[in-house]
């Protein structure tokens, strides 16, 4: 069992930037790959990036150049760095333990945080 918390979620203007974190406790975090998703009301989960177990990082296309995802193993902490955000950003974003080493696909993703919002203003 992995539990998963995220936090960082506020209200920012657009242009601004925010780090998101999730904080994992039980099972050895370092073996799972972790992805980042988010959702706005009446749509689907939507990709936002993933990071493996060792490190290697991939992101939605439409999100590269302005979204990192880090981990800090030591700290069992995932975090998403998003600048130069803009209101079409607005949604809550959730954490995902992948057992494996991390997919594109929700379907994939055993543990899921509850979810921080972020709401960008133009």
């Known amino acids: 069992q992995v539990q998963l918390v995220e936090s960082g979620g506020g209200l920012v203007q657009a242009g601004g930037s925010l780090r998101l974190s999730c904080a994992a406790s039980g099972r050895t975090f370092s073996n799972y790959g972790m992805g980042w998703f988010r959702q706005v009301p009446g749509k689907e989960r939507e990709f936002v990036g993933v990071i493996s177990w060792s490190g290697t990082t991939s992101y939605a296309d439409s999100l590269k150049g302005r979204f990192t995802i880090s981990r800090d193993n030591a700290k069992n902490t995932v975090y998403l760095q998003m600048n130069s955000l803009k209101p079409e950003d607005t949604a809550v974003y959730y954490c995902?333990?992948?057992?494996?080493?991390?997919?594109?696909?929700?379907?994939?993703?055993?543990?899921w945080g509850q979810g921080t919002q972020v709401t960008v203003s133009s």
């Open positions: 995902a333990a992948d057992p494996r080493d991390g997919s594109r696909v929700p379907a994939a993703y055993i543990y």
